[in-house]
């Protein structure tokens, strides 16, 4: 045993010194241009670190940490900024400012302000903040997945890294300052471009004539070229850290040249623009054969980004059609012996052969490979067939291209999943170039093809899921109006957690609950379902809005599953415009009032559901006048990873100030116009226009002594003719005595007795401290004592009902007065 931990010491004592020494080796060639990235790179190699990344004081008065150089995955993954304040309470800011380096885990993160920022589920992630050598110097920062975090061999090379950095300069550059001769400087909120002579040299073109914009530049690049390249040159804040990419410039003569761009994005600080600095160099002794590959490589990288089946023929149209000057590609996918087209081009029908035009269904034809012989025997042996012009083959093909035809098996998964044909309608000569494009791209669209169909399949499925578990439309509520809207994330299943529902209650009262289920996925969604049909049960019962939330966490507690979810839940009196707000850790409701001024509400929160046992909801009261709008969200209209919150908030603030209320469904368009769509969204808003006509209420406890029901009916003639009731008396007073003496009878502890009078119906309510609701007999015999009473309710109103409420039940009869 002494040995294994020795040896397990040699090999960390190992390691250390290695890292030691290639630190050397970088810091022995101060000029090289990256050298800052190579001394970061080695926290990647021997300190196991996921990301590293070089802080240095910028901004306009010096008071900000900006990102220098970054390595490893990208830094918007742990929720990291490009700049952070030095007086702030951050990582960066605490080691810069003590001196000491700070070592924080999953549990110390969870307490930082940017924790919201930071990746939840099963991502633990631990943080290194090391301040740099000079007082005055910037921080570097390292981020680790590894269980148990860095180590104290991990340390020990993060220390060595940290004094092997010299920090960069600051962003801004110097006027007047000469660039190296293959270097260039853009400035990114202007479009103003400084380049080197050598750049000047590539491009072909004179010091005299370039007029410092770098749209002069980019009208010689390959038109293919230049989306990716605007890619780069039109990046925002968020993209700070290094570039590279290669393109081609248009020659007087001859083919297009291959350029390498390689550039880092720099922070200009706080109030400062961004800057892209970087090498241009000549890269055409690279690029033997380049054309088709190039095709093939952009191909591949729209074919990564297609998600469903429509956007892999597009991407397949758009990268083989034109370069391959064809005159009609079609994409189709094969189930069983017909193949099932999913894009063509040209899409007109008369572009394409009789017997396509006669299975011609919805937007696409369907085309029965029995009728093609020739391609099913293509498909059968699954490798790309040409057939040059004058070739004999079936009309339902020739006529696709009598030039000349290409069909493309698409391989996946061991079978064929689909074909691409492409015709030319004069004589076309198929290169061996072209015949390996074919083959190549046949591989990755078969592959795409068979992600897609498996991703629409699960689309379908989860957005079925979604569109089952929200309301199908909103209830009509008394004195006010509400509507909701839904957008599901852009990404992935774009599918998610949150919520909304609307939840009429009695006394004219309404909750109004908004959340969101931590995660995106088809669990997320069903836990969602179980927590918007756990509140609407508890608030059916009369709790409370604190005890409803109470019962909500508990319940997500004993289900025992690794979600949390955030919740607001706001009770509504509309008779008098009251309302409770209870928070468990979600954005709190923002209210716009009748002259325009606009009120996040200060509420007090509690924990997010499903995370702590024994917690508090405290409720904030607020108050609506007639004409005030309420509005709740979830975090996907406010926060994104290129905005924070208080941001996002104050967005919506300005936005719900600025919209006529008069109109709620505009206000909501308005409201989700233009939001990032990497989370889903859910927004809810109720404008209180206050009822028309208030109800007259009048209550009594019914106390248990032998003239109790005596008492009850005392009571209901006194209120009657308060109201000004003449007419129905006898038969109140019976619907009275008969309910009052069944809760009495059957039931123990309190009873109470509710009246509620508006527009000529009166209700007659009464609540027990038991569950059980009253059964109407089927059939009573001449002889039975008993059960007549709610026969004769029935008989004397004209509707009769129970539902439950806290801690018991309440029987209610509606009687028409008047008639």
């Not at 909750?511 to 088809?522: C, E, F, N, R, T």
Request: proline share 7%.
């Amino acid at each position: 045993m002494a040995n294994v931990v020795s040896e397990g010491a040699t090999a960390r004592r190992t390691r250390t010194l290695r890292a030691e020494l290639a630190l050397k080796t970088i810091t022995a060639d101060p000029s090289s241009q990256d050298r800052l990235r190579r001394v970061l790179e080695q926290a990647l190699v021997f300190a196991g670190a996921a990301f590293a990344a070089v802080y240095t004081p910028g901004g306009e008065q010096g008071d900000q940490l900006c990102l220098s150089e970054s390595v490893g995955v990208p830094r918007t993954l742990y929720g990291l900024r490009d700049t952070y304040s030095l007086a702030g309470r951050s990582p960066a800011a605490d080691a810069r400012r003590t001196g000491h380096a700070v070592w924080l885990g999953p549990e110390e993160l969870a307490g930082c302000a940017d924790s919201r920022r930071m990746p939840a589920g099963d991502v633990f992630m631990f943080l290194a903040a090391l301040p740099l050598g000079e007082e005055d110097g910037g921080c570097l920062l390292a981020v680790t997945e590894t269980p148990g975090g860095f180590d104290t061999e991990d340390r020990e090379c993060l220390e060595l890294i940290a004094e092997a950095v010299v920090c960069p300069a600051p962003a801004e550059t110097a006027q007047g300052e000469e660039l190296p001769a293959n270097a260039f400087s853009l400035a990114m909120d202007t479009g103003r471009i400084e380049v080197g002579d050598d750049v000047l040299a590539l491009f072909g073109i004179g010091r005299a004539d370039l007029d410092g914009k770098v749209e002069t530049l980019l009208s010689l690049t390959v038109p293919e070229d230049l989306p990716s390249l605007m890619s780069v040159v039109e990046a925002d804040q968020m993209s700070i850290g290094e570039r590279e990419l290669e393109f081609r410039i248009l020659q007087p003569d001859g083919p297009p040249k291959w350029l390498r761009l390689r550039g880092r994005l720099l922070s200009g600080g706080e109030g400062r623009p961004a800057r892209l600095a970087g090498t241009v160099t000549d890269a055409s002794t690279l690029r033997a054969g380049v054309t088709d590959v190039a095709r093939v490589q952009r191909l591949a990288s729209a074919l990564a980004t297609a998600g469903t089946v429509r956007d892999v023929s597009q991407a397949v149209v758009a990268a083989l059609r034109k370069p391959l000057q064809a005159d009609r590609i079609a994409l189709a996918e094969l189930e069983g012996d017909r193949l099932v087209v999913t894009v063509l081009d040209p899409p007109e029908p008369e572009a394409w052969p009789e017997l396509w035009r006669l299975e011609w269904r919805t937007e696409w034809p369907d085309a029965p490979v029995r009728a093609m012989p020739t391609l099913a025997a293509a498909l059968r042996e699954g490798r790309a067939h040409v057939w040059p012009a004058g070739t004999a083959l079936e009309p339902a093909l020739a006529e696709v291209g009598p030039g000349g035809l290409a069909v493309l098996p698409l391989p996946a998964g061991g079978r064929m999943v689909g074909a691409c044909l492409i015709g030319w309608d004069s004589p076309h000569d198929f290169g061996p170039d072209e015949r390996a494009l074919l083959t190549a791209s046949a591989g990755l669209a078969g592959q795409a093809l068979m992600r897609a169909h498996a991703f629409d399949a699960e689309h379908e499925l989860v957005g079925m899921l979604q569109r089952t578990l929200l309301p199908r439309r909103l209830p009509k509520l008394p004195g006010a109006e509400a509507v909701a809207r839904y957008l599901p994330a852009t990404a992935g299943l774009e599918v998610g957690g949150d919520w909304y529902d609307v939840i009429p209650l009695p006394d004219n009262h309404v909750a109004l609950v908004i959340g969101d289920v931590q995660g995106h996925s088809a669990g997320a969604a069903t836990l969602m379902g179980q927590m918007r049909t756990a509140l609407r049960a508890y608030a059916a019962e009369g709790h409370p809005p604190d005890v409803v939330v109470s019962h909500a966490n508990r319940l997500l507690l004993e289900m025992e599953t690794d979600l949390f979810a955030t919740c607001a839940y706001v009770e509504v009196d509309m008779e008098v415009g009251s309302a409770w707000c209870v928070r468990a850790g979600h954005l709190p409701p923002v209210l716009r009032h009748p002259d325009g001024s606009i009120e996040v509400v200060e509420a007090e929160g509690g924990p997010p559901l499903g995370v702590v046992t024994q917690a508090d909801f405290p409720m904030t009261p607020l108050r609506l006048q007639r004409g005030t709008v309420l509005a709740l969200t979830t975090d996907g209209l406010v926060e994104s990873a290129d905005t924070d919150i208080d941001v996002g908030m104050d967005r919506l603030a300005h936005g719900l100030a600025a919209a006529d209320p008069a109109h709620l469904g505009l206000v909501a368009d308005a409201l989700l116009d233009g939001a990032g769509r990497s989370d889903d969204i859910a927004l809810l808003l109720m404008r209180y226009d206050g009822m028309a006509v208030r109800p007259l209420r009048e209550s009594w406890t019914v106390w248990r002594v032998p003239e109790a029901v005596r008492h009850g009916r005392r009571f209901t003639r006194r209120t009657l003719r308060a109201w000004g009731v003449t007419e129905e008396t006898d038969a109140v007073l019976l619907v009275v005595s008969e309910l009052v003496t069944n809760a009495l009878v059957h039931t123990g502890g309190q009873v109470r007795l509710d009246l509620t009078l508006v527009n000529h119906r009166l209700r007659v309510a009464v609540a027990d401290t038991s569950p059980r609701t009253p059964v109407k007999p089927t059939s009573i015999g001449w002889e039975a004592t008993g059960g007549r009473g709610i026969l004769l309710v029935e008989a004397m109103s004209s509707a009769w009902g129970a539902l439950p409420v806290s801690g018991g039940k309440q029987v209610w009869a509606e009687l028409v007065l008047g008639q």
